[in-house]
């Protein structure tokens, strides 16, 4: 059975970055695609960027594009999320998904296991 384990969350100044993992531990990575998720406090969850099994075809949220790059290495069953140029508003909850494929917008409702969350802060 595949299950998620976020890292690489924290506190950061506005105009920093970070780069989030997403390790997946279980026979069946290659098969999902897999879908970054984030929830601000008192907001809905937001679909941030999903990448498809094969690494292609990439998709972003639009307050995203041009800062945030998704990328998957299959040999050690991870997908990352390079964040650049980071704003207060990117703060929240990041959650890494599994689903069958990547569809845009993102539902919530398609991806099959949920890791537990990673806490991105940006502040000064």
């Not at 997946?24 to 970054?36: E, L, S, V």
């Not at 998720?37 to 990439?58: D, L, W």
């Amino acid at each position: 059975q595949l299950q998620l384990v976020e890292s690489g969350g924290g506190l950061v100044q506005p105009g920093g970055s970070l780069r989030l993992s997403c390790v997946a531990f279980g026979i069946t990575f290659d098969y999902y695609a897999i879908g970054w998720f984030r929830q601000a406090p008192g907001k809905a969850r937001e679909g941030v960027s999903c990448i498809p099994n094969e690494g292609a075809s990439t998709n972003y949220a639009d307050s995203v594009k041009g800062r945030f790059t998704i990328s998957r290495d299959n040999n050690k069953k991870t997908v990352y999320l390079r964040m650049n140029s980071l704003k207060s508003e990117d703060t929240g909850v990041y959650f890494c998904a599994a689903a069958p494929t990547c569809t845009w917008p993102m539902d919530a409702k398609e991806y099959l296991r949920w890791g537990q969350g990673t806490q991105v802060t940006v502040s000064s």
